[in-house]
């Protein structure tokens, strides 16, 4: 099974929270899509094509599982789309926001994320909800 981490690229600290999810999804038996590590950054605007079709070919169109980590004032427009794809498509989706509930952050963090799929607080509760969809 394939797990296709999603989430904000810009910062350190996003990336190495990406990466310790990545982390935990293998140690479950998981390959992992992580897209800054598999593809890339877009540099310039020659960029975006490969990228593009590096996430969907490389990257969601065989993934079992997308975990969308949802940080931050703002999910990132690629995190969205990402979701959004997920969901036209029928993959399962876990959402992980660290740094406040998903109540308290329902007027920008969207009504429409929020109900199509679980979201939990923790690397450790995230190990709980992908050992579900495991089974």
Not at 4 to 13: L, N, P, V
Not at 53 to 79: F, P, Q, S
Not at 96 to 119: F, G, N, R, V
Request: net charge negative; proline share 2%.
């Amino acid at each position: 099974m394939k797990v296709y981490i999603a989430g904000k690229i810009g910062t350190d600290t996003e990336r190495e929270t990406l990466e310790k999810i990545e982390v935990l999804c293998k140690s479950l038996g998981f390959q992992t899509f992580l897209p800054h590590r598999d593809i890339g950054f877009a540099k310039t605007m020659e960029d975006v094509d490969t990228i593009f079709k590096g996430d969907i070919t490389e990257g969601l169109e065989d993934a079992n599982l997308i975990v969308a980590l949802l940080d931050g004032l703002h999910v990132g427009a690629g995190t969205a789309w990402e979701l959004g794809y997920a969901y036209a498509k029928g993959i399962p989706a876990i959402g992980i926001k660290t740094d406040e509930s998903p109540s308290d952050a329902l007027e920008y963090l969207s009504a429409i994320l929020i109900a199509s799929m679980t979201i939990v607080n923790s690397l450790d509760q995230l190990k709980e909800e992908i050992m579900k969809i495991k089974e």
